[in-house]
């Protein structure tokens, strides 16, 4: 079993849908979980961070964690064609350790 | 502007061949990262080095070396050892101050002709 699991998509949805995805993980000792957004042939950008379990919202994304069932969401509200890209989740443990990245989903956001 | 550089943004190699690809950042961060990326296989991390002069083996170390004899630089060396170098690379950054994400650059596209 992979340490993180993301379904790779293709996910497609018209433009001003509400967007959910989701990642899975089997080790409970990650304690910061990521969202990167990756644009073709491009590096990931930062899109949102969260600290343990919680919610975390910053205009039109909202990022979940769920510790007790070791599962992530990434929520994109009235989603836009520019948000058409790859969507990786990435976790790691407490101290200095490296990330740990899903596959990644790719989003397509119909006009 | 603060940021991480890679060069070169499209690299060739030929079948026995060691190249290497440059990675440089000015945002003064003390950890620096290199991933592989596939086509659905996400990033999987080659090598990755706290400090200089100091560096450790990812999930994918064979066939790579690294070097780090300056903060600003983690140069990554595909060797003739790796059979299937063909990839997108990304290297990254993270300092001390910043308890959450990575810089990353932008990338080399490596193919293998």
């Known amino acids: 079993q992979k340490e993180v699991e993301q379904d790779p998509g293709p996910l497609s949805v018209p433009e001003g849908a509400i967007v959910s995805l989701n990642c899975t993980y089997s080790?409970?000792?990650?304690?910061?979980f990521m969202w990167y957004r990756q644009y073709s042939r491009k590096g990931p950008e930062l899109l949102m961070y969260t600290y343990s379990s919680g919610n975390k919202e910053d205009g039109r994304f909202t990022a979940q964690v769920d510790k007790s069932s070791k599962y992530i969401s990434l929520f994109i509200r009235d989603s836009q064609p520019s948000d058409s890209a790859t969507y990786l989740c990435a976790m790691r443990f407490s101290g200095n350790t490296p990330l740990v990245f899903g596959k990644g989903t790719r989003l397509s956001v119909i006009a | 502007d603060g940021g991480i550089t890679q060069s070169p943004k499209y690299l060739f190699r030929k079948e026995g061949q060691n190249v290497t690809l440059s990675c440089e950042q000015n945002l003064n961060h003390d950890a620096m990262y290199w991933y592989r990326q596939d086509p659905g296989q996400g990033l999987r991390l080659i090598y990755y080095?706290?400090?200089?002069?100091?560096?450790q083996k990812g999930d994918i170390a064979e066939g790579y070396s690294v070097s780090r004899e300056k903060k600003e630089s983690f140069p990554l060396t595909v060797t003739s050892a790796q059979k299937n170098p063909t990839a997108f690379y990304l290297c990254a950054s993270k300092g001390t101050a910043t308890n959450y994400g990575y810089t990353f650059g932008s990338g080399t596209r490596l193919t293998v002709v």
């Open positions: 080790n409970s000792a990650f304690q910061y």
């Open positions: 080095s706290q400090i200089v002069n100091d560096f």
